[in-house]
């Protein structure tokens, strides 16, 4: 109750930070009883410091490991928001089913927000001059070609190119492209560039 | 870095202190490990982590009164003055610098603040030359949790630099949590 | 020479659009060396856009294999890489410090001397938003009565201002005062045209803000 519980959370946020784990809905919900206990305990013993004055100094001991509790649990919850963006600008809009499924649900609410907002902007940039947005989760990496040779590595199917070509993206086939086209394949794993 | 929602200064805060609480804290024996009573007595001294001290402490009147750490204390400053570099730092302090710099506050001489920056520095400069190759790298004292991030930051920086510097470019890669989600998968398959 | 009219002749027309990526350029390198958020350019960003759609067209009348088609190929990715990294820059900034930059930017409205644009605003208040309603509905309202407040200025994040920087400086700067933290002992330093410096941020904030120097 003070502390020790929820430090097992934020401990196993620190050991993996580049990935994210299951949300770990069981011990969350045991730390909120947590806090739900020493709340009780603080109201008995406010209404007797009339009695015992000394009371008084356990109630703030409590309210101490109260605020710690809020503390940590907002913390672990920040920290995998901060790991849940990322994933929109290295997976997508569409999470696959096994990433998904590491995200509570109200995460994956979030993340839909936050897919939206981002949406949202980047379809409002040079409105004013008629472009209708810019992708930002595109161009994420300074160009040093114009083509690359890239294989492919997991089967993706019929590729369409800016100037109507149309490629078959099979497992373990080499292309020559152009580099912008192929970023944001190569970011999620599908292509893999030979160098 | 000291900010509410760091997870690093919350594992920080989580290191323990020895206090001596100046008042009665009715219930509270179970802070106190060799106590036998449901009853904290004032003058009883606990190890308690720092969260909690520094929240006792800035109570008015205060709950407890914060002692220095052995290895915040003469002893260790001592060596740790004389050369720093051959310290073990995992050993000594994951978090040395960061829960110094709590410590640092009920120091009333300024010499675990001194002992620090003295510190830092003696091992940031060990640290600086020794990542510019890996054969050094590995040749360190074991470091703190900070110095290991900051070490593990001009490795890599150092590899990109000498990667642009021969190549001239920089190939594109999969992104990083894609490939720990992917790997982690593999692994876990392996386990099946 | 106006820089926002592109209706000229051929020759003029480059050198117009050869300085606004120049200013461009440096917005972007002061945006990602600066610890804080700057001063949106977004009049370069629009100017810029509207390059890349003129370029975009003399491209498109190039036979495909033409070797100017190439280049011009490249100069584009390369300017719309820099536009796009300046702009996730910023949006980095202010998802980091979005407590802190929308109070900012409140009070920076009503003096009219805003920093961000009227999108990142909106985008700013949403993502705070989405943040204080993911964190109340999953812990705060969960909790006991009188700890369920969503304390903004207990979470609030601050940028480092005390972080060193390497500049340049543009022009011959008198009289910048470097406060020494640990004592009395300030310090006044004097910068000349074109000499390059380490510095804190703090002190020449508002020299990156009006150009007087830039970040390397």
Redesign the interface.
Known sequence: MFGEKVIELIKEAERNRGTLDQFNDETIRQIIEEMHVLFKLNMNDANSTTENKSLWTTVQVRHSALERNKRCLLAYLYNRMNKIKTLRWEFGSVLPPDVRELLSDGEYDWFSKYSTNLATYMRSLGEDIGYHGIDLTENLRPPKSLYIEVLCVSDHGKFELEDGDVIMLKKNTRHFLPASECQTLIRKGILQQIV | ?A??????D??VT?EKVPCKFL??????GF?DPSATEDDLKAGTNVEI?I??AE??HA?RPP?VSVELPKIYKETYREILNADACTVDMHKLGQYFYELGCYIAKYDIKGEVATTLIDTFKQRFRMILSASVSTDSITALQPLSTSERDRTAGAVVTEKALSGWLK?G??????????????K??RAEMEML | MDTEDIELSEEEEEITAETVLKTLQIAWQNERLAPEILPHRNDMVECMLGQIQHMERNINKLPKTDLRASIHQMELNRIKYIICNYLKTRLDKIEKYCISIVNDEKQRIESGSNYLTVSEFRYAQEYLLNMENHLKSTVLNHVPGNMQSFEMNKMAIYPNLQSHIFLKANDTINGIILEDLLGDHDEEIDLEEGSQHILQYKPVAELVKNGKVQLV
């Not at chain 2, 900010?3 to 690093?8: F, G, H, M, R, V």
């Open positions: 870095m900010n509410y929602l760091s997870i690093t919350i594992l989580n008042h009665d804290l009715p219930k509270m802070m982590p969260w909690l929240s006792l109570r709950l190549r470019d920089c190939p594109l890669t999969t992104a990083t949590m894609v490939a720990n989600h992917r982690r998968k």
